[in-house]
């Protein structure tokens, strides 16, 4: 692959994709969410033991279509170092080259289609409507997985806001600070991800 990517391994099936892993230690592993032996959800039980048996690697799911379950699942076992996209995303070499580099930064990459449908489709009783729109639009780029100086340069405002934008969704959602209980702000953006995850209907 270009873009100074190099491919180290392949696999066809679960185990065999967690064995390549460990004995190559790439910096991020593409998995496809239905692959052999169940053709179910056998890539996300593979991502869950490459993280446990190896916490630096990169994860990168991809999926046929979307899937709020799966992204909600995927982001219980790797809070940071993740992504999550639809296949026909990554038709686009520029996409996925970008997107290998961003969870290889650590970075978490939830695909721009499930961060609109998450925010069209709300249930009944909706967190999110507490959120004023400029916070909404910050949380939508956290859940995108940007970071507070990237999210400044798209909501053209400075760090200092988006800082303060992203407490006060902290307050409105009910997510501990970062004084709470030792949370981390990776790990506040991951709760942040969920609860637009969860927003969506059964």
Known sequence: MSAGIDVVGEATHRDEAVAVVAGTSPDVAILDIRIPPGHLDDGLVAAER???DDPDVGLLVLSHYLESSYAERLLTFADAGVGYLVKDRVQDGDVLVDTLYRIAAREVVIDTDLVRQVIRRRRRHDPLERLTTQERQVLALMA????NTAI???AF???KTVERRVTAISEKLGLPSGED?????VNIRVLAVLTYLRSLPA
């Open 50 to 52: 490459i993280r446990r």
């Open 181 to 185: 209980g030792g949370r981390s702000e």
């Open 144 to 147: 995108e997985g940007y970071s």
């Open 152 to 154: 400044g340069r798209r």
């Open 157 to 159: 405002c400075s760090v």
